[in-house]
């Protein structure tokens, strides 16, 4: 999730839901280095293929990894810019919705990778795994309705940015859990938390001036028309 920042920056300076600062900017680029930091001291010498193949997995499996991050950035800017406000939005019906247009269309997919043996699909074995199933459901709604409540009351950045405090809550995870931590996890976590809080400040600016622009980006010149506005909530 580390690049979903900069799309989420770009994307939003375009569109006028952004105002682009050096605060952001850096705040973007000191967190993007936290998440190297982790990811660094977290993966082995012995997990790095030698095989041609296995290489160009890599390299596939990190364009993927890109587009997944732009469209994610795409999927929130775009969510922001129509809806604005979760007073527009019923937040039931919309997630329905989601759920819904998952259930119908993205079977496929699932099927596709069953058949060529990518995924394959099975039954729960065990009480333990359907458990375990209903308990990742739960904390996925649960996430998701906080996630886009939280972005439609701050800005896409704010929220985005934020995504990556697993980092720092899994540091004080394992220190519960007694388990040791590399003082490079631990240095990488703490930049990461200070990005998000820098972040936080400087969206609670009133004004900001934008880099671009050179004035601020008031609410009138941020609003974007993308179709004639209805309202969103049900009467």
């Known amino acids: 999730m580390a690049p979903v920042g900069f799309f989420t920056l770009a994307m939003g300076r375009l569109l006028r839901i952004e105002t682009l600062t050096l605060v952001k900017i850096l ?3 000191t967190s993007f280095g936290g998440v190297i930091l982790v990811s660094l001291a977290d993966s082995s010498p012995g997990s790095q293929g030698k095989d041609g193949a296995l290489g160009t997995a890599s390299i596939v499996g990190d364009i993927l990894a890109l587009l997944s991050a ?11 810019v129509r809806v604005r406000s979760e007073s527009r939005m019923d ?25 060529t043996r ?15 199933i209903l308990i990742n459901m739960s904390i996925t709604l649960s996430s998701d309705y906080i996630y886009v409540l939280a972005m ?5 950045l704010v929220v985005t940015v934020g995504l990556s405090l697993t980092m720092p809550l899994a540091v004080v995870g394992d220190f519960f859990l007694h388990k040791p931590v590399k003082f490079q996890v631990i240095l990488g976590a703490c930049i990461v938390l200070l990005s998000f809080v820098a ?17 601020p980006l008031d609410e009138e010149s941020t609003h974007v028309r993308l179709e004639e506005e209805v309202d969103l909530v049900t009467p």
């Open 91 to 115: 937040m039931q019906l919309f997630f329905g919705f989601v759920g819904l247009f998952n259930i119908l269309f993205l079977w496929p997919i699932g099927l596709l990778l069953h058949l």
């Open 118 to 132: 990518i995924e394959i699909f099975e039954l729960p074995t065990s009480s333990r795994v359907m458990v375990a």
């Open 27 to 29: 705040a973007v680029m």
């Open 152 to 156: 439609l009351k701050t800005t896409p």
């Open 199 to 215: 972040v936080g400040i400087e969206d609670s600016r009133k004004g900001e001036t934008d880099l671009i622009s050179g004035k």
């Open 70 to 80: 732009f469209f994610y950035a795409l999927y929130v800017i775009l969510l922001k």
